[in-house]
Every structure is written in C-alpha cells, then in structure tokens.
C-alpha cells in the first residue's frame, strides 16, 4: 500500500493530524460499497465509536438511497453516538481520501448532527 498515491497523502496527513484525549481523531474509509467512520484516541489506541453503512440503524434508512446520501446518515449517526458519550470537537481524518463526495458528505452529516471540527 505504501505506494499507492492514496498511501502517500495519508502518510502525510497522519503526521500533522492526531487524536488526543481533548480532540478526538474521526477516521473515515471509503470502500467501493460502502463508507466506514470511527472515533480514536490516539494517546490510549482505543477505537470509541464507530459507524458504518453497515450498521443495523444506517441499513434501515438507507434503503434505495445514492451513496452519499447513505454517507451524510453515516456522519450524522456517529455524531448522535459522539452527543451520547459527551464528545463535541474531534479532528477530522480523511484518511488520504480527496475532500469530495462520500467523505464530505460523510463531515457534512456529522457537522449537521452538531459535531464540530
């Protein structure tokens, strides 16, 4: 994977970016189906929570929808789960995904939901 261009903008992100114990790291991926978010603390290598179009709640609503759209029910559902467990800010992992479509959507329905980064 280490030289794919997709490896190479992570890399780079993941030097500056980092999830402590005040901002947590929101870490998005993007497969070919589907769109997966988790919330991690960097300091301890927990994963807290996670979200995908895989889970029971999204699958629910999504039926029939486009991609993006089932990725903004994605962002909004993990910031709903965030609210739950008192977290507010987080940093934003695009993981070296492009800023477009699915992963933007994804930081719109969380930024929506009332989650800030």
Not at 17 to 36: C, M, Q, T
Not at 69 to 97: P, Q, S, Y
């Amino acid at each position: 994977m280490l030289d794919s261009a997709r490896a190479k903008r992570k890399l780079r992100i993941r030097r500056r970016i980092s999830g402590g114990p005040d901002r947590l790291r929101l870490s998005v991926f993007r497969s070919a189906k589907h769109i997966y978010a988790q919330i991690v603390d960097d300091t301890k290598g927990n994963t807290l929570l996670t979200a995908s179009t895989q889970t029971k709640e999204v699958r629910e609503k999504a039926a029939g929808l486009k991609k993006t759209e089932e990725a903004r029910l994605v962002g909004k559902l993990l910031a709903e789960l965030c609210k739950a467990k008192n977290i507010t800010t987080v940093v934003f992992d695009r993981n070296g995904f492009i800023y477009h479509g699915r992963v933007r959507a994804l930081a719109d329905g969380a930024r929506e939901a009332g989650l800030k980064f």
